[in-house]
Structure formats: structure tokens, C-alpha cells
């Protein structure tokens, strides 16, 4: 009977998915120009997210390229005094996060580009709220977010390794043999992509409904703790998840014994336990048990092809690499502009100097006498600390304004490159320079593994 029920939901879900593809074609789609087949698209990996340049009404964008989204949203638009969107109404939204629903703009027939493909016909929802603002959190400009719109007109690869996003017209796809390949079938539901994998706790093996979702940058969420999360010894901490459309996300951070996807296992995966709250605003149907996110992905090339409701992975050169966490216990975000005064030396072009019989020569380095230089650069801030954790030990506290790490001015680092190197090396000893009341400190921790 369990067997039967299950069977029906999937037979239900996959129902479901051919309307959506049927409603959806029938609204507005993306195509391309005559004689093009496909497209390659490069794009910049980002805290594991594919970000990707579009064009709305004429105005280049970036976006993040999210199968967790079912609707193109637009946001950050204090930066895009310039945008044009067509037809505009006031509508509700409701996303992730603390907080409720939130004031956003329903605007229609808006043409937007991605590489060559165009759709002249787009519904774009514009939020409101300028507190919604991942650029701040990336490091990046990043504008808004599109996942369904574009999935569902195109069989897509994302090369991570390569960084390239490829769109294959559908119907002029052919799926070439491929060793060490591995097929999934995916479900559906709200515009969503849903797939099976094993998740593999302390004592059991469990078959797991989970969102496939490229718009996360962690590995993987898991709506129930039993088995996963225990207290004797501990095997979590307390953490800051994220940022979602309603706000912060918060949770347990561990790492479960092994992730199965078909053939592929991955070991000691970094795992997130999302609180009460936010998994009751998204699980929508009472079989997901949680979500696959991008630092799972993006170990493998992946092929998504809405129409055939079928997902493809190779593992590439990511693979292998462990899973790891902020282990300083810190979350930065870009907050403004600070100015700069430096002294530059600018080099000019070796000089190259012969005798007349050309027997011997030299080169020299010639520079020019040191500027000083004025410009604007970002400045970033303690938005979270994690209590108990090495920064917090260290007197680190949110709203510290970072001047310096290990040394290095912090405005001469991604912000990209800062969490990586929170997350990179259990014993690295981090030096930070920080201002708080406009008093300097300087403070020394060490990253600490807790999991």
C-alpha cells in the first residue's frame, strides 16, 4: 500500500508538471534566433552559485540561476535608476526567511535576454523591501533571480568546472553516450524540481524527497533532525543559515555519514537542520524531507532537461574535495563605500639596453615617481556572529567595521575570497583589524573545527 501511495504521489506530481510546461508555453517562453540550436554562457561561481548576465527592456544585468525559484524576481533596485518594466502592479510575496510577506511589483510583457536567447513576453516580480539585498552578502552585483522561466524552454548544462551555462534548443537536443553518467528522474511541483537521493544518518539508510535547488550555496538541508542531531557528544552548533526573501534563516549546522545519488556517494557532508519556522513556510507537500544545494552540484556537470523530466551528473574535478563550514563563526556584508588614500608606484615597460656591437644588454625596471591615489571602496561589517565560536571568543562583535585581515586591506578582497578562507583550514591563526566607535582593535583567532 506504501508502495501503491507512493507511486500515485510521483504518478500526480508528474501530472502536474506537463500542465505547468503546458501554462507556462502558453503565457510567454524564451527562444532563439533562426539557424541557433544552442548557446554558451559564461558565468561567475560565486560562494557556489552560478551567476549569470541577462538584459531586461534593455539594461545588462547579472542574476543568480536558481531551479528553486518558480517566478523571475527582480531586486536591488536603488542600483537601477534606469530600468524600465512594462504593465506594473502591486503584489505580495513570500519567501524564506524570519519575517512575513513582503510588497513587491507584478510587471508583464517585459522582453529580457539571456546570451541569445530572448523572451519579448516576461513577468518579472520586483521587490521592494532595499533590505532585500544579496549584492551585500555575495559581494557581487547581483539583481535578481531566474530559474523556471528559463529551465522550462531549454535543456541546460552547467559546466562548473569550466563555468559555462549551455542552452540546447529542445526539440534539436541529442543526448550523447556518456561514461560514468548518471540519470535521475525528476518530479515536480509549484514550478519546482524534486528528485530522490539516500541520506544515510547514525544508524539507517533513509530514501529522501529533496528540492533541487541551484539558488543554495549549501550542500544540504534536512527538515528532520531524528537520528542526525544528537546532544551526547554534541554533533552541531547553532548557526546563521542564510538570507532568504523574508528575511534571515537560522538553524543546526553537522555533517551526516553519507550522501547517496544513485551511483555517486559523498562522505561527511556538511548538512544544515533549517528551524521550525522556516521549514513551515516552504514545505508545501508533506513528502520533501529537504533540499540539494549547490555545494553538492557544483561537483558534478549537470544537465537539466525540464521536458523529459530528467537530470544528468558527472562527477567532475570537484568531486573529491571535503565538505567544509565557516569556522570562524563570522558573516561580513558589503555596507556602503569608504574612501581610500594610497600611495601608488607605477612601473612602466622594461628597458632594454644594448651595446653598439650588441655582445651584452641589460634590462632595467624604470617607475615613475609615487602618486597618491583617492577612490572609493567597499567597506564591509559584522552582520553575524556565531556565539561560542572563535571570532566571538576573540571579542569580535556585530556591527565591527573588518579594516584588515592577516594583514591585507579588507577592501582588496572578494568577498567570496574572505568566506573561503573562513572555511578553509582547520589551525589557520586569522589576525583582524577592526573599528568599533572609531576606536581601532586589533584581534587574533584561530579557525576551529567543531563538527
Known sequence: MEKLANSTRSYLLSVFALLVFILGNAQSHFTFPEAISRDKIPFELVNNLVIIPVEINGTRLSFLLDTGVSSTLLFSVEELDSIQLNNASPVKLRGLGEGGSIDAILSNNNTIKVGKAVDKQHRIYMVLDKKINFSTRMGVPIHGIIGFDLFKDFVVKTDYSSKRVTLYQP??????KCKGCSDFRIQFHNKKPYMTVTVESRTQQMESLVLIDTGSSDGLWLFDEYDFIVNDPKNYFNDFLGLGLSGNIFGKRSKIKGLELNSFRLEDVTTSFPDTNTVRNIRSIPERKGTVGSEVLRRFTVIMDYRDQTMTLKKNKYFDEPFYYNMAG??????????????????????TMTTKKREASAIFDVYKSPTLQFFLAPK?????????????????????????????????????????????????????????????QKKKFILRAVL
Not at 586591506?409 to 577592526?434: D, P, Q, V, W
Open 171 to 176: 526539440d534539436k537536443y541529442r543526448k550523447r
Open 330 to 351: 563570522l558573516t561580513l556584508e558589503h555596507d556602503g563605500l569608504i574612501p581610500v588614500r594610497e600611495v601608488d608606484y607605477f612601473k612602466i615597460d622594461p628597458v
Open 380 to 440: 564591509f561589517v559584522v552582520v553575524e556572529v556565531r556565539e561560542g565560536s572563535p571570532a566571538a571568543l576573540a571579542g569580535i562583535q556585530k556591527g565591527d567595521e573588518v579594516l584588515s585581515i592577516n594583514g591585507k586591506a579588507c577592501y582588496k578582497y572578494k568577498l567570496y575570497e574572505i568566506i573561503n578562507l573562513f572555511s578553509s583550514k582547520a589551525g589557520r591563526t586569522i589576525y583582524m583589524e577592526i573599528s568599533r566607535n572609531g576606536i581601532n
